[in-house]
C-alpha cells in the first residue's frame, strides 16, 4: 500500500533539514579525516625506513621485500601503494585456497603471492568433474594463464597482480621456478605434498629472512603443523562476512524506555486502512534500516509493533503491523504464537517483500510458517503459481546410496519437512470431513513442485513462491545461483539454522545463508527476523537449550 503524500510545508521542512544539511556535515566531518590519515601512518614508517633498509634482501634477489624498492609502479595504483612504505608479506598458499576461491589471489592488497610448484600439480590433478571444487581449480588455472599472459618481462622478477584489471591490488605473483633447498624433521614424510609445501615456506623464510613470510590455508592441520616448526601460518579469511566477534543482523530492535519522551518533538501520526502510520525524527534513526521491525513493551503503556517503511535523511515513518496472533487473521489456520513469528508473516504475506531471509534453532515455525503463508497467497489470493521447494541435500550422517525414481522421488526422502508440515496444515481444515481433506490434499500437493539444486542453472521462474530451506548449506556462490532465478512476480523465501552447518569449509560467518542476510539488509524490497522461541514442543526447547 503506498503511503499518503505528505504536505507541502513538511515536505519543504523534510527536504531543507533531512537532504540539504545532512551531505554538507558529512562531507565537512570527513574532510579532516583523510589529510590526518596519511600523516598518522607515513610518519612512523618514514622513521623506521632508514634503520631497516640494511636487512633489505641483496639486489640479486628476485623478490624485494620493501615498496620503495620496486620499480615502475603503475599510475593508478600509485595511491593503494602510498600508504603501504614499510615491509610487505609474502603469502605462500596452499591448494585448498585456490579451489575455495579462485580469486584469492587478488584479495592480499599490497602484498605478494608466492605459489610452490606442488600447488600447481594438485591444481591440475583437481580439474576435472562437475564439482564446485573442479569449477574452481579450471577458473585458478584461467586466472594464472591471464596474468602470465600479461606479463611480458622475466617471470623470475615476478608477475603484476593488477594486469588483468584488478587495479585495487598492489603486490605480485612469484612461482617456484628452482628447487629450494630445506630440511624438515625426519618424522614427516618427505613425499606429501602438504610436507613439501611446508618446505617451501622454510626455504623462503631463510632467503628472506627479514621479511615475514606467511603460510595461508584451509587445513586445519596443516596450520598447526606449520605452527609446531615454528613458521606462520594463518586461515583465509576473505570468505567470510561476519568476523566471530561480529553479530548477525536480527531484523527487530527494542525500542528504548524513554522512546516517547526522546522522540516526541515532532511526531507526526495518520490512518490509512487498518495501518497506523508515524513519522518521528531522534537520535534512533541512524540505527534503523528499511524493513526492520522495531517494538516497544513497557508495563502500564501500550505495546507499539511496527515496521520502518521510509528512511529520509534524520526522519522515519513507522508502519504499524497486522496481528496474526489473532485468529481472525489466521493464515491457513495458522497463527502465530510470538512475536518474532508475527514479524516473520508480516514479511510473507505483504506482496512488495520479493525476498524474505528467516534464521532461528530448531521448532521456530519456519518451513511451517512458509508454507502456510504460500498455500494461502497460492490458493486464495492467486497471486503466484505455484510453490516451488528446494534444499541443499547435504546428509547428517552417513550416505545411503543412490535413491530410485524422477527427480521428485529421488527429493522425497530428504522433503521429510515438507510432509510433517503438510499433515499439521491438512489438520486445520475440519469442516469438510475425510474426503474434503484428502481433496484438499491432493489440490495442495498439485500446486508444490520439489526440484533439486543440481538443475537450478540456468532456469527462470516466472510468479513462483520459492522456498529453499536448510540454506545454511549452501556456500555464497550457490546463493547466488539460486537468487537470480527470480524472474518477474517471483518471492523467495530462505530458511536455516546457521548452528546446524554440515558442508565441510563452511561456518557461521562463510555460509550463504549469512551473505545474503547482510548483503540484503536495507533493500525496500527484502526482509530478514531471527526467530528467537522454540514453539515445538518443551522437549524439543529444552534439548536446544542443554545439548
Known sequence: ??????????????????????????????????????????????????????????????????????????????????KHTGPTKLFVLDTNVLMHDPMCLFRFEEHDVFLPMIVLEELDGHKKGMTEVARNARQTSRSLDAL????????????????????????????????LAFTLPSSLPQGKADNQILGVVEALRVRYAPREVVLVSKDINMRVKARALGLAAEDYQNDKTLEDGDLLYSGALALPEDFWLSHAKEVESWQSGSHTFYRL?????????????????????????????????????????????????????????????????????????????????????????????????????????????????????EDIGFLPGTEEEKMGPWMGALDDNLEVLAKTETSSGDWGRAATNDLIRSRIKIKSLNFMRGRTFLNKYLIIDEAQNLTPK??????????????????????????????????????????????????????????????????????
Not at 533539514?17 to 598518522?40: I, M, V
Not at 617471470?155 to 591490488?169: A, M, N, P
Request: glycine fraction near 8%.
Open 1 to 82: 500500500m503506498p503511503l499518503p503524500p505528505a504536505p507541502a510545508k513538511r515536505a519543504a521542512f523534510l527536504n531543507t533539514e533531512g537532504l540539504d544539511t545532512t551531505p554538507a556535515k558529512s562531507r565537512s566531518a570527513r574532510k579532516p579525516t583523510l589529510r590526518q590519515e596519511p600523516q598518522e601512518i607515513e610518519a612512523p614508517l618514514t622513521t623506521k625506513a632508514p634503520s631497516t633498509a640494511t636487512s633489505a634482501p641483496p639486489k640479486s634477489e628476485p623478490m624485494p621485500a620493501y615498496k620503495s624498492e620496486r620499480k615502475a609502479i603503475p599510475a593508478r595504483t600509485a595511491r593503494i601503494k602510498k
Open 148 to 179: 602470465v599472459a600479461s606479463h611480458n618481462a622475466d617471470i623470475i622478477t615476478g608477475i603484476k597482480l593488477d594486469g588483468t584489471g584488478h587495479i585495487e591490488v598492489g603486490g605480485r605473483l612469484f612461482f617456484q621456478t628452482e628447487p
Open 281 to 397: 525524527s531522534g537520535p534512533l534513526v541512524p540505527e534503523l534500516h528499511i524493513n526492520q521491525f522495531v517494538y516497544y513493551e513497557s508495563a502500564g503503556e501500550p505495546s507499539l509493533y511496527a515496521r520502518v517503511t521510509e528512511i529520509r535523511g534524520h526522519t522515519v515513518v513507522l508502519k504499524t503491523l497486522k496481528d496474526f496472533t489473532h485468529l481472525k487473521n489466521a493464515v491457513w489456520g495458522v497463527t502465530t504464537r510470538n512475536r518474532e513469528q508475527n514479524f516473520a508473516m508480516n514479511l510473507l504475506t505483504d506482496p512488495e517483500i520479493d525476498f524474505v531471509t528467516l534464521t532461528g534453532t530448531a521448532g521456530t515455525g519456519k518451513t511451517l510458517m512458509a508454507l502456510a503463508a504460500g498455500l494461502t497467497q497460492v490458493l486464495d489470493d492467486r497471486r503466484y503459481t505455484e510453490i516451488i521447494m528446494t534444499r541443499a541435500t547435504v546428509s547428517v550422517g
Open 478 to 547: 550457490q546463493m547466488k545461483t539460486l537468487i537470480t532465478r527470480a524472474g518477474p512476480g517471483t518471492k523467495i523465501v530462505c530458511m536455516g539454522n546457521l548452528a546446524q552447518i554440515d558442508t565441510p569449509y563452511l561456518t557461521e560467518g562463510s555460509s550463504g545463508l549469512t551473505y545474503a542476510v547482510d548483503r540484503f539488509k536495507g533493500w525496500p524490497h527484502g526482509g530478514h527476523i531471527t526467530l528467537a522461541r522454540g514453539e515445538r514442543s518443551r522437549l524439543a526447547d529444552f534439548a536446544s537449550e542443554v545439548l
